[in-house]
């Protein structure tokens, strides 16, 4: 794998999957994926557009991309492999607004996005192929971090400096 910056991986069918990133000059769209059993990596279809400060995440036998930066805009579209095969990409709804730098969480089969420079919250339901709002954060928030613990959806916030 190559030098990258802000790239975004994920774990499905016994593999970690690398996608987007920057790599010091402009925005990524490759994908690199990682056996473990023969400890390799390797290039598999590239996304269709470059981005970087996105998420990944897998919702039942289906990996999404979702949302990022490409070197001149925040991103709403959404990306899905999966029913044909993990190298095929294809669109599914896009989020309501653009998104960078936020955390991503799956809570009872939906995917939850969260801030990316605002406070906003949605929800995917990849049954409807639909995006509903949440309510929103207390405050903005980027360069967070989301988990689910044992069925709760938990959001938190990361700082680099001293916490407030």
Same mark, same amino acid.
């Not at 790599?23 to 925005?27: L, N, P, S």
């Not at 995917?124 to 192929?129: G, K, Q, R, T």
């Given at each position: 794998m190559g030098g990258r910056m802000v790239v975004v991986d994920c774990w499905t069918a016994g593999k970690i999957y690398a996608s987007g990133g920057f790599?010091?000059?402009?925005?990524l769209r490759s994908v690199e994926m990682y056996s473990p059993s023969h400890e390799t990596w390797c290039l598999v279809r590239s996304l269709p557009s470059p981005r970087c400060s996105h998420q990944m995440a897998v919702v039942g036998d289906r990996m999404y991309i979702i949302g990022g930066y490409d070197g001149r805009r925040r991103l709403s579209t959404v990306m899905c492999a999966g029913d044909e095969g993990p190298l095929f990409w294809r669109l599914v709804c896009p989020m309501r607004i653009g998104r960078s730098t936020f955390a991503a969480a799956l809570f009872d089969g939906e995917l939850y996005v969260i801030g990316g420079?605002?406070?906003?919250v949605e929800r995917?339901? !990849?049954?409807?192929?639909s995006?509903? !709002?949440v309510v929103p954060l207390n405050e903005a928030v980027s360069a967070m971090a989301a988990c689910t613990l044992k069925g709760l959806a938990i959001s =938190? =916030?990361?700082s680099a400096g001293a916490e407030r």
């Open positions: 790599d010091g000059e402009k925005v420079f605002d406070a906003e995917y339901c !990849p049954s409807s192929d995006w509903q !709002p =938190r =916030r990361f």
